[in-house]
């Protein structure tokens, strides 16, 4: 059986290149990953033993679903003639994990009777696009958004009765705005910071009721906008050249409209669809924009929609250490 997985290593305590400040994980992922022949990055696809035992591997042609599957297979046909003294760790090993597990469990901040939006953006079609690869066109990333039970409240008005509105709190519409509303299509991207939010605003409609049912519109309008002169690192070219601008100019302007649900017996909302549709500009040293010159103006497309309850969909926000939760 193959237990899929994804990290992220570049938070505190995961870094690869630091050995001082190693969690156990990241131990478990160097050691698999210095097993491979390919040490072009610390990304890629590998499949590997509980023990950290790499089977097979790579870093290129993460995008093919069908070399994949020929790396998958290729794994599964070498756990059949691995011993099971190397597939599995160790009991003092297997104890080390588990505690380390609990201690990030405890840690978590998942959001328990609050609002979990799954936010999925893409570029939209455009005919200017013809010098984008095929494959790079049809990309799209998948992020978070949290908010608490008492801050999802702010999104439907105080009064539930048909007619009512009330616009979001800014700084809740200002969450969206700088670390949602960001160009994450084809790879890493930075937020925004607050200074750079120029409109946030949001308003919640109520249209319907039935009985403990409150059927809502959204309607709202965001804007961000910066200029980065490589201050830090990740305003910073990877590569200057002929096309890529000197100065990183790069912003949002995105358009909110939607319909959502709540129940006001569970005291939860049952459904949430908000369509974003964004004019995106600029890009930085990760995002892949560079690649092909695609620094916009260019439209993207975000929608916001209810996460589901299981594991995979409990995933913290990528940019959730920005939030200022305590």
């Given at each position: 059986?193959?237990?899929?997985?994804?990290?992220?290593?570049?938070?505190?305590?995961?870094?690869?290149?630091?050995?001082?400040?190693?969690?156990?994980?990241?131990?478990?992922?160097?050691?698999?990953?210095?097993?491979?022949?390919?040490?072009?990055?610390?990304?890629?696809?590998?499949?590997?033993?509980?023990?950290?035992?790499?089977?097979?591997?790579?870093?290129?042609?993460?995008?093919?679903?069908?070399?994949?599957?020929?790396?998958?297979?290729?794994?599964?046909?070498?756990?059949?003639?691995?011993?099971?003294?190397?597939?599995?760790?160790?009991?003092?090993?297997?104890?080390?994990?588990?505690?380390?597990?609990?201690?990030?469990?405890?840690?978590?901040?998942?959001?328990?009777?609050?609002?979990?939006?799954?936010?999925?953006?893409?570029?939209?079609?455009?005919?200017?696009?013809?010098?984008?690869?095929?494959?790079?066109?049809?990309?799209?990333?998948?992020?978070?958004?949290?908010?608490?039970?008492?801050?999802?409240?702010?999104?439907?008005?105080?009064?539930?009765?048909?007619?009512?509105?009330?616009?979001?709190?800014?700084?809740?519409?200002?969450?969206?705005?700088?670390?949602?509303?960001?160009?994450?299509?084809?790879?890493?991207?930075?937020?925004?910071?607050?200074?750079?939010?120029?409109?946030?605003?949001?308003?919640?409609?109520?249209?319907?009721?039935?009985?403990?049912?409150?059927?809502?519109?959204?309607?709202?309008?965001?804007?961000?906008?910066?200029?980065?002169?490589?201050?830090?690192?990740?305003?910073?070219?990877?590569?200057?050249?002929?096309?890529?601008?000197?100065?990183?100019?790069?912003?949002?302007?995105?358009?909110?409209?939607?319909?959502?649900?709540?129940?006001?017996?569970?005291?939860?909302?049952?459904?949430?669809?908000?369509?974003?549709?964004?004019?995106?500009w600029g890009g930085n040293v990760y995002n892949a924009r560079a690649q092909f010159l695609d620094f916009g103006p260019a439209p993207m497309g975000i929608v916001l929609?209810?996460?589901?309850?299981?594991?995979?969909?409990?995933?913290?926000?990528?940019?959730?250490?920005?939030?200022?939760?305590?």
């Amino acid at each position: 059986m193959l237990v899929p997985a994804a990290d992220a290593i570049e938070r505190p305590g995961k870094a690869l290149d630091d050995k001082t400040n190693m969690s156990f994980e990241s131990q478990l992922v160097r050691k698999i990953k210095t097993q491979c022949n390919d040490f072009y990055s610390y990304q890629g696809i590998f499949v590997a033993t509980p023990s950290g035992l790499l089977l097979a591997g790579t870093h290129h042609d993460a995008r093919d679903a069908r070399k994949v599957e020929k790396l998958l297979r290729e794994g599964l046909e070498k756990w059949k003639t691995t011993s099971p003294s190397d597939r599995f760790m160790t009991q003092e090993v297997f104890s080390k994990a588990v505690a380390e597990l609990a201690k990030e469990e405890a840690r978590k901040r998942y959001p328990t009777g609050g609002l979990v939006l799954s936010v999925i953006c893409r570029d939209l079609p455009r005919p200017d696009a013809k010098n984008v690869s095929e494959v790079h066109r049809k990309m799209y990333n998948q992020d978070y958004a949290w908010f608490r039970k008492s801050e999802a409240q702010a999104f439907l008005p105080e009064q539930p009765i048909k007619g009512a509105k009330r616009k979001v709190k800014r700084d809740l519409v200002e969450r969206l705005a700088r670390f949602h509303f960001v160009d994450l299509v084809r790879g890493h991207t930075s937020p925004f910071p607050q200074n750079t939010v120029e409109r946030a605003d949001l308003t919640a409609e109520v249209i319907d009721v039935n009985d403990n049912f409150v059927s809502l519109r959204y309607k709202g309008w965001t804007q961000t906008s910066e200029v980065h002169e490589g201050v830090h690192t990740e305003g910073k070219w990877n590569r200057p050249g002929p096309g890529i601008p000197k100065l990183q100019k790069r912003g949002v302007d995105a358009k909110l409209e939607g319909h959502a649900v709540y129940d006001q017996k569970a005291k939860k909302f049952v459904s949430f669809n908000v369509v974003v549709v964004t004019k995106r500009w600029g890009g930085n040293v990760y995002n892949a924009r560079a690649q092909f010159l695609d620094f916009g103006p260019a439209p993207m497309g975000i929608v916001l929609s209810l996460a589901g309850d299981n594991v995979a969909d409990r995933v913290p926000p990528l940019f959730f250490r920005s939030y200022g939760w305590k």
